[in-house]
């Protein structure tokens, strides 16, 4: 019943910017944690930025200050803006839904992933 789905991913220049889009179905937004995470080749899956259900934000240093991850709950969709962009940024983003510790849900939700590139 939970989907998840990332949109707005491409190929931009550095320094470039792009605006991530996950529209989620099935949980309200205010209800569950929302991050997005990236995959780069070779490398680990990081988590880049995180919306708590109460709105707080939180990001990976490398991003801090480029990144801005934001929602829309009329909507129902979490936005990743990316400013700034570096070669370094190079990775599939994937966003989860996650439910809160402590609050008794057990969801682990995933979208299918959106590529984005920066060439060097």
């Known amino acids: 019943q939970v989907q998840l789905v990332e949109s707005g991913g491409g190929l931009v220049q550095a320094g470039g910017s792009l605006r991530l889009s996950c529209v989620v179905s099935?949980?309200?937004?205010?209800?569950?944690?929302i991050g997005w995470y990236r995959h780069a080749q070779g490398k680990q899956r990081e988590l880049v930025a995180l919306i708590s259900y109460y709105g707080s934000t939180n990001y990976v240093d490398s991003v801090q200050g480029r990144f801005t991850i934001s929602r829309d709950n009329a909507k129902n969709t979490v936005y990743l803006q990316m400013n700034s962009l570096k070669s370094e940024d190079t990775a599939v983003y994937y966003c989860?839904?996650?439910?809160?510790?402590?609050?008794?849900?057990?969801?682990?939700?995933w979208g299918q992933g959106t590529q984005v590139t920066v060439p060097s």
């Open positions: 099935g949980i309200t937004l205010r209800s569950n944690d």
């Open positions: 989860n839904a996650k439910s809160p510790v402590g609050f008794g849900g057990q969801l682990d939700a």
